[in-house]
């Protein structure tokens, strides 16, 4: 676990109301059709001074924001899933009854925070690599997910290699070349050097989106999460695909909303990361 303060300036306080409105609108939450409540998911019933955040909402998370005294938790991933039991009972009533005795209020942001042209998942991870944004992955779409973004021609191991210094881990490179050769070195790569320059970015388990990348003319797609039949998609469509973590490439959007709430309200705002290789 590791955390990163954003420097106190006041003993200010604001409800879980005031300051999911603030958010609502920074990030315009209610243009995204999402998966789940984007916002406040549950009311700690308190004032809020203090705030941790994290990536998903999980036990370990709600335990570190009980040994913070924090008020409240926002995060990426949140609770309320389509499709899942709509019972607040097993894992989720576990975590649920931990809030609510802790009075501590939940808000999650999902697509909007994937999306936010500044301060979003898909914009920090492109600003990390180096990587300059000029499109949407979907450009008809009223409020798209995911990015085209351009960079100085560069090879799969260059990309590789800046990946990993900026998420600090290795990606899952599978290469968009790949051949069957029968005789000599069956299930070959055929490793022809490409140089990689206009690269699709959706970070997350957006791994099936790399169709869209191919037919969108990039050379590469970068995301978080890699399914057995991405590898497929990779080789047979003829683009390079990063699997960088579902996790890692979604760590950055809720720490530049903590940054800009604690600058907004003066509040004590504190980003704890529960390790997760996934
Ligand atoms: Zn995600």
Avoid at 5 to 27: N, R, V
Avoid at 180 to 191: G, N, S, W
Avoid at 231 to 238: I, K
């Amino acid at each position: 676990m590791t955390a990163h303060d954003t420097p106190l300036s006041a003993d200010m306080t604001i409800t879980a109301q005031a300051l999911t409105e603030f958010c609502d609108d920074y990030l315009s939450a209610s243009a995204f059709k999402d998966y789940a409540p984007n916002g406040l998911q549950v009311d700690g019933g308190r004032p809020i001074r203090r705030i941790v955040t994290g990536v998903t909402a999980c036990e370990a998370l709600i335990d570190a924001a009980i040994a913070e005294d924090a008020d409240a938790i926002m995060v990426h991933h949140g609770y309320f899933w389509k499709g899942e039991p709509m019972t607040i009972t097993g894992m989720k009533g576990q975590r649920i009854r931990k809030l609510m005795q802790h009075g501590i209020s939940l808000i999650g942001y999902h697509l909007p925070l994937d999306a936010h042209p500044k301060i979003g998942n898909n914009a920090k991870l492109a600003e990390m690599l180096g990587l300059t944004i000029t499109e949407a992955l979907y450009p008809h779409e009223s409020h798209p997910v995911g990015n085209i973004a351009t960079c100085p021609p560069q090879s799969a191991e260059s990309l590789t290699q800046t990946i990993t210094q900026a998420l600090g881990r290795i990606p899952l490179h599978i290469s968009g070349h790949y051949q069957y050769l029968a005789d000599e070195a069956a299930d070959a790569d055929t490793a022809v050097p490409k140089l990689l320059k206009r690269i699709g970015i959706c970070t997350g388990g957006a791994q099936d989106m790399i169709e869209q990348a191919a037919a969108m003319g990039c050379d590469a797609y970068i995301s978080g999460e890699i399914s057995e039949r991405t590898t497929h998609s990779a080789r047979e469509l003829g683009i390079d695909y990063f699997a960088c973590g579902h996790h890692a490439t979604e760590r950055a959007g809720i720490q530049a909303l903590g940054d800009i709430v604690a600058q907004q309200f003066g509040l004590s705002v504190r980003f704890i990361d529960i390790d997760n290789p996934a």
